[in-house]
T-cell receptor, first 112, second 117 residues
Framework: KQEVTQIPAALSVPEGENLVLNCSFT??????LQWFRQDPGKGLTSLLL?????REQTSGRLNASLDKSSGRSTLYIAASQPGDSATYLC???????????FGGGTRVLVKP | KAGVTQTPRYLIKTRGQQVTLSCSPI?????VSWYQQTPGQGLQFLFE???????NKGNFPGRFSGRQFSNSRSEMNVSTLELGDSALYLC????????????????FGPGTRLLVL
């Protein structure tokens, strides 16, 4: 059974600092891994998707890496801003079909 | 291009009642998945529909059911509501089903917040 863990559960940083969010998964037989952002009471916004054959993906200030062999992914957010405050979730797609297994999320607060 | 829409956005029910939630996927998307989000259990997969057929099912009791229509719109139903069914219910759509390692992101709706009293 696939298990996805995100540590820490919460993170508070001053504005301008780089953010490093971690995600680990137990079964390396994944098709892809996605990072999502969720604002309080809202749905999920897809940030980055990394295919199993890729090592990293970048979009603006966001960079996500994937190491399948060790079952880890890291999301880097450069020069954090207060608007980056949200919960960040990683999810892996393992079996055929579209069933995502989510981590518990990291709640981020960027202080001005 | 319109995003995934879910109705209603908020719902209050009492124990024992039943509820139906609706999800309209992005135009052209044929796969619709449903997830339940609670503070204690996080996000959990309920089921996925493609071309009016349920393809995958999560570990939820039979009180949770769903269906998909020919226009890809989907509904989920929860019968005999329990207090523990209070949650944010999210649906997600994607353009094509997974084929091998095809790159395909899922787009989530804003959710329906259900409160069971």
């Amino acid at each position: 059974k696939q298990e996805v863990t995100q540590i820490p559960a919460a993170l508070s940083v001053p504005e301008g600092e780089n953010l490093v969010l971690n995600c680990s998964f137990t079964d390396s037989a994944i098709y892809n891994l996605q990072w999502f952002r969720q604002d309080p009471g809202k749905g999920l916004t897809s940030l980055l998707l990394i295919q199993s054959s890729q090592r990293e993906q970048t979009s603006g200030r966001l960079n996500a890496s994937l190491d399948k062999s060790s079952g880890r992914s890291t999301l880097y957010i450069a020069a954090s801003q207060p608007g980056d405050s949200a919960t960040y979730l990683c999810a892996v797609l393992r079996a055929a079909g579209n069933k995502l297994t989510f981590g518990g999320g990291t709640r981020v607060l960027v202080k001005p | 291009k319109a995003g995934v829409t879910q109705t209603p956005r908020y719902l209050i029910k009492t124990r024992g009642q039943q509820v139906t939630l609706s999800c309209s996927p992005i135009s052209g998307h044929r796969s619709v998945s449903w997830y339940q989000q609670t503070p204690g259990q996080g996000l959990q997969f309920l089921f996925e529909y493609f071309s009016e057929t349920q393809r995958n099912k999560g570990n939820f009791p039979g009180r949770f059911s769903g269906r998909q229509f020919s226009n890809s719109r989907s509904e989920m139903n929860v019968s005999t509501l329990e207090l523990g069914d209070s949650a944010l219910y999210l649906c997600a759509s994607s353009r094509t089903p997974l084929a091998g390692a095809t790159l395909e992101t899922q787009y989530f709706g804003p959710g329906t917040r259900l409160l069971v009293l």
